[in-house]
């Protein structure tokens, strides 16, 4: 089992549409979590970190379930400068503290 | 502008070469790390270091090695000895507040081909 999983996509979505992305972590002893973006052949980029009581950055939204080791990231009203892929990426609360990435969702967003 | 420097953008390795990616920062992070990623898969560790004369191999660091002689400069090597070397490498840096890493950010990365 990967120790983070996404959904690979792709996700298909009209502007202006609401859409979901989950991801699901596996080692309890992960510490924080974030939500990078990635566009084609670019780096990835900090979207959000991800806080236990839920936050909120202008469109996007995420969530998180320590309970359940799940992670959400929600975004309104999508723009086609969305379209990227979103990684899913948790930090181990190990002496050195690595990071795990996701294998990414992809999001396409048409007219 | 602070940021993350990787050189080359585009980079072909003949068999036997080795070949040196750059990166540099000029952000005062004290981590900096390397990654390289392949497509589909997520990002993997080769290798990171925390402070300056010192280096740790990540999760794939056979077949690379790292320097770390000054605070912003963090090169990564190549060897003859990464047979399937063609991949997108990245480098990123971070913060260590309090003994916590703070978010990774990344270089614009570098892409590795074979001739």
């Known amino acids: 089992r990967k120790e983070v999983e996404q959904d690979p996509g792709p996700f298909n979505v009209p502007e202006g549409a609401t859409v979901a992305f989950n991801c699901t972590y596996s080692?309890?002893?992960?510490?924080?979590f974030f939500w990078y973006r990635q566009d084609c052949r670019k780096e990835p980029k900090l979207l959000m970190s991800?806080?236990?009581s839920g936050n909120e950055d202008g469109r996007f939204t995420a969530q998180l379930n320590r309970a359940s080791q799940y992670i959400s990231l929600l975004i309104r009203d999508s723009k086609l400068s969305d379209s990227a892929t979103y990684l899913c990426?948790?930090?181990?609360?190990?002496?050195?503290?690595?990071?795990?990435f996701g294998t990414g969702t992809r999001l396409l967003v048409s007219p | 502008d602070g940021g993350i420097t990787q050189s080359p953008k585009y980079l072909f390795r003949k068999e036997g070469q080795n070949v040196t990616l750059s990166c540099e920062q000029n952000?005062?992070?004290?981590?900096m790390y390397w990654y390289r990623q392949d497509p589909g898969q997520g990002l993997r560790l080769i290798y990171y270091s925390q402070i300056v004369n010192d280096f740790q191999k990540g999760d794939i660091a056979e077949g690379y090695s790292v320097s770390r002689e000054k605070k912003e400069s963090f090169p990564l090597t190549v060897t003859s000895a990464q047979k399937n070397p063609t991949a997108f490498y990245l480098c990123?840096?971070?913060?260590?507040?309090?003994?916590?890493?703070?978010?990774?950010?990344f270089g614009d990365g570098t892409r590795l081909s074979i001739l």
């Open positions: 080692n309890s002893a992960s510490q924080s």
């Open positions: 952000l005062n992070h004290d981590a």
């Open positions: 990123a840096s971070s913060i260590m507040t309090g003994g916590s890493n703070q978010p990774q950010h």
């Open positions: 991800v806080y236990s």
């Open positions: 990426v948790v930090r181990l609360n190990t002496g050195f503290q690595k990071l795990v």
